[in-house]
């Protein structure tokens, strides 16, 4: 996740209230940075998100664990990294706002033939307090992913997540066209552009 200006300001570690979670944070510690950064004046906490395209607990692992019933997902008996960053979100510290964005490996058209999840990873973050920007911006899902094997550009697996309070401020959200930055062959997905009006969001207090 990258801005315009700004400075870091510390690293920040996520953690949950189930051990067996923060050690899955601890494990994969290279797909979850967190870190508090000043923009403008105003303090942001941020998470980028790589989630693995693999499994990160089985089902009979996940069975064994205390309160694995609350983190899994409802149609997936295994533990995916959409659930460590629902985790993620639903124990963030308050203060700063919080933006979670990154590589997701997640999408609705994904559970087109049979439940997988994506669609109820989408509604855990609203039901935390988030608003995916660029589905908020551009009114639907809006493809990232070039498929390496079709060459075709159909699923959104990249996401930003801006907690409630600052999707106020967002002024835009969008990613580049997709056959000309792809002909750049600097990745297979699209950046997330987003524009926010810092200056409207006053700086919480304590």
Not at 67 to 89: D, I, K, M, N, S
Not at 140 to 155: A, E, M, S, W
Request: with cysteine; charged share 25%; glycine share 8%.
């Amino acid at each position: 996740m990258l801005f315009r200006s700004g400075d870091i300001v510390e690293g920040i570690r996520p953690e949950t209230r189930w051990p067996w979670v923060n050690e899955l944070f601890e494990k994969y510690a290279g797909s979850f940075v967190g870190a508090t950064v000043e923009v403008d004046g105003l303090k942001l906490n941020v998470l980028s998100s790589y989630v693995p395209a693999f499994r990160l607990m089985s089902r009979t692992e996940v069975a064994e664990q205390e309160g694995a019933e609350e983190v899994r997902l409802q149609h997936w008996p295994e533990v995916w990294g959409t659930e460590l960053v629902w985790a993620a979100a639903t124990h963030r510290a308050s203060g700063a706002p919080w933006i979670i964005g990154g590589d997701m490996n997640s999408c609705e058209t994904f559970d087109r033939t049979k439940p997988r999840g994506n669609r109820e990873f989408q509604e855990r973050m609203v039901a935390a307090g988030f608003t995916e920007a660029l589905r908020h911006a551009q009114g639907g899902i809006t493809p990232t992913f070039l498929n390496p094997r079709t060459k075709q550009v159909r699923n959104q697996i990249d996401h930003l997540f801006v907690e409630n309070p600052l999707i106020s401020s967002l002024l835009s959200c969008e990613v580049p066209d997709s056959q000309d930055f792809f002909d750049t062959g600097l990745s297979d997905h699209l950046p997330i552009i987003a524009e926010f009006d810092l200056g409207a969001i006053a700086e919480p207090s304590g």
